[in-house]
């Protein structure tokens, strides 16, 4: 008989103290990697994720996790799950916090000191929660998720409010993970999503506008703004918008070449931006 | 300095032998040092300490209840028969003690709170319920009552002394002779112990593997109160060794006959504990933190009580110099209002919480919505334990110590009043507190569920007192044993339908 999957969902329903936030959804993840939940703001990202974790409980459909319905404490005890809370009791410092989990979670002391290391947490340990900055906060909240080895980690916006530095450290432990577990990594942040994600759950209006791969959506162009230190013919090829000339190319692979191209003509290039992404064609 | 007229007086009077607490405290360290073995060596959660709790207590309010209608009349129809009364006692803890265990372990087994491995758990927790706390516990107050009462000397003194050397003779033996009897005491205590461990034991068996035949052995070891009317027709070695015999004989029957169900699911009871939330430390956490948030509280709950001692000591002087009630009477009445208030820190500590996501993350890791509540429960339990442990300990010492009478009655109010009505409206307020945040939009500070909670647990202990002043003198204490249970089972209740039926979103934050 073939395993469960990690993750099913079959026409699921969820919400708020009755009201609908999410209708008709089914997907099933049955590989690990990391899938990126995407949505505009109200779309049901927290919601997904919350149903999943087993903290709301669907009004219609089934939830499975590992073939265990996710309402189930067994199923619940699978899953590691981040909020954009800190979720870290008042007064408590760091270690206390991190040893609080390890404790709802069955551990020991053993998984919050190797957490405090795997994390270069050993400075901020004696610290007052209250007292680290946002990117510590997040980095300590992010620890928990290590304390114990589960099979499924849903993690909502991460990544928010973080200096690209502590993101970037944070997707990178994240990529680790995903190698042998699932991960549901939700963001709006489009850009973070394709450098983090091997598949795409688009949520939009409280359905399912996606479930795929990410390499495998396709838009007819792509755009790029170029920013010049100065004037130049040469950007005449592109429309202007604001400080930047817009190029539409067939694909990113092509902007080395448009680069290439600029400075042979003599172009001095200050910034050169994505202008459109793909992704964002889901919410169109 | 004592006069030659109180000295006079002492030569009559005598005081009971210290070595009579000996007894309580011996078993106390028993029952305890049971409890604290099973749960390091072999297995005992602290659902089975808080369900067998629940079970024992709600048997012994019920048992009190329906003695205190039925028993007079009784007694006075049969000319106190023995024979009619055996069957009267030894019913009543067939039904109500044992019929209440297996009930609730059947009921914690449906919800898969306990399984068979935590059967000798829970024996070992109704043990300690009714041998290191109850009997124990009331025996150690009621030592300590008469040994400070008759230390005090004066009329009250006096009175005490003529009324125990008539009931209780014994109290007044000789130490070698004293220590015999504690002996017996302690050994009846082990007889118990066995015995409630044996039907604990079954109840749980009976309840996991659904077979009524376990439930038929455990329910006659409850017909052992049959043989307390015939008390007196025996001598105490006898007697206490025809219990110690039966007792013995619980725990062979209940282990050898559910050998062939061990044998045969052996992994149920050596299976490892699933990896899961900590509750113990769960729950230590939430005392240490409801202790820091309530810090205030605590203090404001516990110093109140040691002011209003030392008034009362000075007043109380003051007052029986005039002729008026002593207000050392009332103290215990008023104590639960200072307790309450001490422990309001759990259910701040349940606020702060909810509002940081906290909850969020612990349902999301598998903590029951029961648990989130039955953490604040019991931090609010041990918070009113300290804050009730030094006012008391305190406050009876410093009347003593100002020479003013400490009555029997001022001790019956401590132990059947005070205490019960203290835990009871502190759970309660606990509980109210954390359901009405729950279903009401949030608001901070003292308009907040959190803030005004504690009036609504101050409420009912002062409709306690306006009800027992309505009743007259012996009514007091049913009121208070009425209003502390009908508060337990509210708790009890709300925490069952909040478990089913709360919607879980109410525990997320708003942020």
Redo the contacts between chains.
Sequence with gaps: MAPAPPILVQDVASG??GKKVLDGISFEVSEPGVYVVLGPNGAGKTTLL?TL?????PYSGRVEINGIPSQE??A??Q?D?I?H???????MKVEDGLR??A????GGEEDVRRVIKLLDLEELAKLRFTQLSQGQKKRVSVA?IFL?EKSVY?LDEPTSNLDPKVAKEIRELVLQLSKDKVVLYSSHNLFEAREIGSRVIAVKGGKLALFGRIDEIRTETYTVGVRPLELSPALGQGRKEGDYYLFDLRSPEDVPGLIASLTSSGVRIREVREMQNPLEELFK | MRTSACRAELATIQNIDPVFFLGPVVVVLLSAGLVFYWNRRRRLTVWALFLSAVAYFVAIGAKAAFQAVTYVPLDTAVGGNPWALGPYFGLQTVFLEVGLAYLVARYSVSHSILRANDAEGYGISLALWENGVFVAGLAALEYAIYFFTLSGGGTVAQQEYTALIKAAPSLFDKPTAALQLVGYQVLERVSSTLIHFSWGYLCVLAAVFKNRRYLLLALPWGLVDFLAPFGPSFSLPVFEGIIFTLALASVAVALASTRGETRAKSTDFSAPQ?????LR??FA?AFR?AL??GKVYVVIGTVLPLLFTVEVAEAGKAAAGAGGPALVDIYPLILPVFVVLGSTGALM?FG??RD???F?????????VSQIFLSTVVATVGLVTLVLGVALVVSVASIAAAGLPLSVTVGELILFYTIPLSYASAMFMSMIGMIWSQLTARRPGVNSPVGIAPIVGIAPVLAALILAESSGPGGILYVAGGASAAMVCAVVLMAWVANKKM???R???N?
Aim: proline share 3%.
């Design positions: 708020y103290y919350r974790a087993g903290i709301l409980r404490k067994e619940r005890m899953i799950y909020t809370l800190d979720g870290i009791p008042e007064g609080f989990y404790d709802v979670e069955g928990r114990r849903l | 699933p990896d899961g939330a900590n430390l769960l956490v933190r820091n948030f500590v702060s919480d940081k996501g906290v969020e993350y612990m349902l999301a890791y598998g903590v029951d919607q879980r979103e525990f997320l934050s942020a």
